[in-house]
């Protein structure tokens, strides 16, 4: 567009430039300089009109193209997530949202038990936290405690058919949360494993953070040991130890909380 108008200026002056040269000699050149003044400028009019409006569809194609795409992709993550539910029987939170007044005696979540239809396509809004039954809820998580002993390997697999991985801690609450669920006689694999070297690494690809680990005193203390438990000895508190992977073992399952 702005080449156009550069084109009909430089047209323009040149014109001018020409009938500076022509008013030196008589009528008759004059008459042929209004003749050119018009015809060039003239048509050129409602081709810029043509190309503005083209520019202008071309505009509303791509926005139309962007916010169609994004729908799609909105739309493909619900039906993962959906998919994603292997679970049929779930056990949500509504989250009130800001815009409804909370109900005067009542808190500001209600518990609800629904079961879910596999084909179910979530709405726009989603306002309910989902864990499955007799998962417990903590944060935007859901975890199950794995009463079965197995090895660490095999207990990973086990929370791997259920949509879930061996737990990752993060933090003090979390950890204090897992341990509040668990029994203080046994001891359970937890997500973090030792490939070499001593490079803790965590099921979910995290990083280790050293200054966010719970460590029973003294350890780790075996370069042979490279899967972890944590468990509440007598005397001590709750904590973590590594231990060998072929020990068979309880295990606590995590996996991202449903939202519908
Ligand atoms: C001890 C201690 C641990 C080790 C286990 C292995 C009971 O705890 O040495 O560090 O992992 O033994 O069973
Ligand atoms: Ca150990």
């Known amino acids: 567009m702005a080449s156009e108008i550069t084109y009909a200026e430089v047209k323009f002056k040149n014109e001018s430039n020409s009938s500076h040269s022509y008013s030196e000699s008589p009528s008759a050149p004059r008459k042929k300089r209004i003749h050119h003044l018009s015809k060039p400028v003239s048509p050129s009019l409602p081709f810029t009109s043509l190309m503005v409006l083209l520019l202008l569809l071309a505009i509303t194609f791509l926005v139309a193209f962007i916010i169609y795409f994004q729908k799609y992709s909105q739309l493909l993550e619900e039906k993962k997530s959906i998919k994603d539910i292997t679970h ?14 909370p109900q005067k005696g009542k808190g500001d979540l209600t518990l609800l038990i629904i079961e879910v239809d596999m084909n ?40 791997s058919q259920m949509g879930a991985h061996l737990v990752v801690i ?3 609450k979390q950890e204090d949360f897992i341990t ?30 050293e200054s966010a680990t719970f460590w ?18 007598k005397n001590t508190g709750w904590g973590w130890n590594d231990i060998h992977c072929s020990d068979e073992q309880k295990s606590v399952c995590q996996m991202k909380k449903v939202y519908l």
């Open 88 to 101: 049929n029987k779930l056990n949500c939170r509504k989250n009130v949202s800001s815009m409804e007044a």
């Open 120 to 159: 179910f396509l979530a709405p726009e809004d989603k306002v309910w936290s989902c864990c499955p039954m007799d998962w417990k809820a903590f944060g935007s998580h859901c975890y199950f405690i794995s009463t079965n002993r197995a090895s660490w390997n095999e207990s990973e697999a086990n929370c």
């Open 170 to 172: 993060h933090s003090q």
């Open 180 to 209: 509040g669920i668990l029994d203080k006689a046994a001891a359970y694999f937890i997500g973090l494993s030792d490939p070499g070297h001593r490079q803790w690494q965590w099921i979910d690809q995290m990083p280790y953070n």
């Open 216 to 233: 029973h005193k003294g350890e780790p203390n075996n370069d042979n040991e490279k899967c972890v438990i944590i468990n509440h000895p």
